[in-house]
């Protein structure tokens, strides 16, 4: 007959350093991503269209993937409207 209270800890299932380096570098690419829009969007702040802006945000693109050391890292990337007709859209580096 055993009575010990000897308690088996169980491992966290997934990586969670891995996971955690993940969300970091998600969250670097947004904040670039977000840094490059605004510089654009400052370039044609200028531009009107009937008083209004000619180039604004609007909204994102489908979520894509983004192959990375760690593994693949979830991105959303913004679009830009542009009211004037010059086709000026947002391409980020």
Do not use: C, W
Not at 43 to 58: C, F, L, P, S
Not at 64 to 87: C, N, T, W, Y
């Amino acid at each position: 007959m055993s009575n010990s209270n000897v308690v088996e800890l169980k491992s966290p299932t997934g990586d969670v350093l891995g996971e955690l380096l993940k969300e970091g570098a998600r969250q670097l690419l947004a904040q670039a991503v977000e840094a490059e829009l605004a510089e654009l969007l400052g370039q044609y702040a200028e531009h009107k269209v009937d008083g209004k802006q000619a180039v604004v945000r609007n909204g994102y693109l489908p979520e894509r993937a983004i192959q990375a050391g760690l593994g693949e890292v979830p991105v959303k990337i913004p679009k830009v409207r542009d009211r004037s007709g010059q086709g000026i859209k947002f391409n980020s580096r």
